[in-house]
């Protein structure tokens, strides 16, 4: 008789919950806001549909968007309360639009508890942050402090000589990676840590993004996680989590650099005759709460991290598809002889912008290298989006993705072909390519960093092939650059290790 108590008690409960989960379904498939929009039953019934493709089969679900679109149409709601759209025409409307676009917090909170203008949430706090930062990133600005980044790219260049004597190999997945990470580190505090001297380009540091990385995306889905890691104890995280830990620790390096800037004990910005990011936001008019220390440390780690890992990305597989294709080569050779004559010049940024075949070649890499190939996620609380007559209701999730739109063939014909001649056609056909080429996204949330990565891109590529040819034979293009997972940043497969060159000088 005792145990009739508990087990009513357990049967009321696993009544209650079976009648939550009935209600739920119910609801979700009938009297939803989203009811009528199509997609899979069993994806607007529960977000475990979604975690299976992103979490068990590994960043797969991007690819099964392409094929629910051919299935179910441009419109396809892949969650119970997101809508995906696969129509190129319809980028601006959601990411230009006059409305007061949110960035809904499962996304805003993926790399964690952010208080950086990256991480959140609210259209006008985001708009104070954002603004904060904009002037540093201008055109005019990027221009301004890019000559103190060729001494960076000459340590790289000095590496690259030194390989193509002893015949050592050269991964460009870290070489381009601390390249990129010690160009931020002078852009925001001038000064870097000559991660491209380290004998592995620091391979260890960049695998503990990697993982980083990756938390972030089960983090999308469960956004305790990061809460839950960044208040485990340092000696316990050490042991649970090793690459977190130094993810920890190098967050808590730059909080200590943008305090020894706060305290008047850094002097790298007069030294070095360039002004820096956080030297002048702590000089700001910003409210003391913008200038709050763990404000400003998840700022520079977001400046930082996101900064220089999409243009890795994207450095590496645009030296692969050059290489790859000799005629490519030879032509981007020939237009970079012409504007540096000597092997060993460095050319000015603005010349390289002028460089028809050099921007083509731009273009058409980032366009096939997706370094960022996860949905781009937005909500307008107060705002009915309409496609083609069919209302949005008001705070609906609505994504578009990036990879989708650039490999979509009536946009860009034979798409998983590397071909920069397609920028090189007339004025209204380039035009046409450009208005739906999308790679730092548009808007007020658009990539912070857009010029900055243009002119890294510009230098970078042009200084290295001017200088520089890879050997590939060690490189398997299916293994080791096309994208096999989406997870936030382009992956390729798990068994890559990396595009691993030779290096050999070209002619004077």
């Given amino acids: 008789m005792q145990l009739v108590g508990p087990v009513v008690w357990v049967f009321a409960a696993l009544t209650l919950w079976l ?23 069993l994806a607007a019934v529960t977000y475990l549909y979604a975690q299976y493709y992103d979490l068990w089969l590994g960043g797969q679900y991007v690819f099964k ?27 601006d409307e959601i990411y230009t639009t006059s409305g007061k676009a949110g960035k809904p917090f499962k996304w805003a909170n993926a790399f964690g508890p952010y208080p950086a203008a990256i991480g959140t949430v609210d259209y006008n706090l985001h708009r104070i942050r954002r603004g904060a930062v904009n002037p540093y990133f201008s055109k005019q600005s990027v221009h301004q402090i890019t000559p103190f980044l060729i001494p960076i790219i000459e340590k790289l260049c000095a590496r690259f000589e030194t390989a193509s004597r002893t015949g050592e190999r050269i991964n460009l997945k870290y070489a381009y990676a601390a390249l990129a990470l010690d160009n931020m580190w002078e852009y925001c505090f001038s000064r870097n840590p000559d991660r491209v001297l380290s004998p592995d380009f620091d391979k260890r540091g960049f695998d503990n993004i990697d993982s980083f990385v990756d938390i972030s995306l089960i983090n999308i889905y469960y956004p305790w996680l990061m809460v839950w890691i960044y208040k485990v104890p340092e000696r ?43 030297h002048d936001l702590l000089a700001s008019d910003l409210p003391q709460q913008e200038k709050a220390r763990n404000r400003l440390r998840d700022e520079a780690f977001s400046l930082v991290t996101a900064g220089s890992g999409t243009t890795a990305h994207s450095l590496k597989c645009i030296s692969y598809y050059i290489q790859a294709n000799p005629r490519v080569h030879q032509k981007l050779f020939d237009e970079l002889k012409t504007a540096m004559p000597r092997r060993t010049d460095v050319p000015r940024l603005a010349d390289l912008e002028k460089l028809p075949y050099l921007s083509a070649v731009v273009y058409e890499g980032l366009r096939i290298a997706h370094p960022v190939t996860h949905r781009n996620m937005r909500y307008f609380p107060q705002k009915r989006l309409i496609y083609k007559d069919i209302p949005i209701p008001p705070g609906t999730i609505v994504a578009m993705s990036a990879i989708l739109l650039h490999e979509n063939p009536d946009v860009f014909p034979e798409p998983r072909v590397f071909k920069p001649e397609r920028w090189l056609g007339p004025e209204d056909e380039r035009q046409r390519l450009q208005r739906h080429f999308v790679v730092f996204s548009r808007g007020n949330r658009g990539c912070l960093g857009m010029n900055l990565a243009w002119a890294e891109l510009f230098l970078i590529l042009a200084i290295v092939f001017r200088r520089f040819e890879f050997d590939l034979s060690q490189v398997d293009k299916e293994r080791d650059v096309d994208v096999d997972r989406d997870l936030i940043l382009a992956v390729p497969k798990k068994e890559s290790k990396g595009v691993i060159v030779g290096v050999k000088c070209t002619a004077d």
């Avoid at 009648?19 to 899979?40: D, K």
């Avoid at 650099?257 to 007069?270: K, L, S, W, Y």
């Fill in 236 to 278: 316990w995280l050490k042991v649970i989590m090793p690459a977190m830990k130094e993810i920890v620790d190098e967050r808590e390096a730059l909080s200590s650099q943008i305090e020894a800037i706060r305290d008047g004990n850094d002097t790298a910005a007069a030294k070095s005759g360039h002004k820096t990011i956080f």
């Fill in 65 to 91: 968007l392409k094929e629910l679109h051919s299935r179910y149409g441009p419109v396809v709601r892949f969650m119970p309360d997101d809508l995906h759209l696969n129509d190129p025409n319809y980028f």
């Fill in 19 to 41: 009648g939550w989960v009935v209600t739920t379904i119910v609801y979700r498939l009938y009297f939803h806001p989203l009811a009528r929009f199509p997609g899979p039953k």
